[in-house]
């Protein structure tokens, strides 16, 4: 086989060979070992042998181990929470869709009505609720008073501790108490039974 023929039959390229070239050329055969043969002096009288060296004794090596660390599993977050369908809103707002519970969050701070509001969904869904009531008031009609519970709650039940409950929510309709009240979807529990 010549430089310019590959295994099986290529031809290589111009670069190739030049490159071929240069490492041949600068490979260095390996130094060979002299092994010589023994005198005949040395032969007829062995060496006296050295007493074998007791092996030095080192300190205990700690086996390094190295685990893989474990793979990251982030538990799956719950859907994004959504509006009710029409359809259910209607049933909701003409009676033909039972309301498992009512909550109303007038007098409470944001604070504790954070923790109500959380409390009674969570109920809910354990007694196998579909649906509940939660009001919120409509605000006052003062320059300073602009209903902070009827923005708090929609944004609450967006965060990751309600969306385990919360399938979804609207504003009731007005027989319900309108754009101060909503309509709350639940979650089903994980193993509940109908």
Known sequence: MTAGEGRRGRRLS????????????????????????????????????????????????KAAIVAAPPPVVRPKAPPA?????????????????????????????QAEAHDVLLRFLRTIQARGGRVALVITGKGGRGEHDRGVLKRAVPMWLALPEFRELVIGFDIAAIGHGGEGALYVRIRKLRGFEE
């Open 81 to 109: 929470v959504a509006p009710l369908e029409k359809r259910l809103k209607q049933k909701i707002a003409r009676g033909h869709q039972a309301i498992d519970g009512r909550l109303d969050l007038h007098g409470h701070t």
């Open 14 to 61: 111009g670069a190739e060979i030049e490159l071929w070239d240069g490492v041949t050329r600068s490979v260095r055969p390996m130094r060979k070992r002299v092994v010589r043969a023994p005198e005949a002096d040395e032969a007829e009288t062995p060496a006296p042998k050295a007493p074998p060296k007791p092996p030095a004794k080192r300190a205990p090596r």
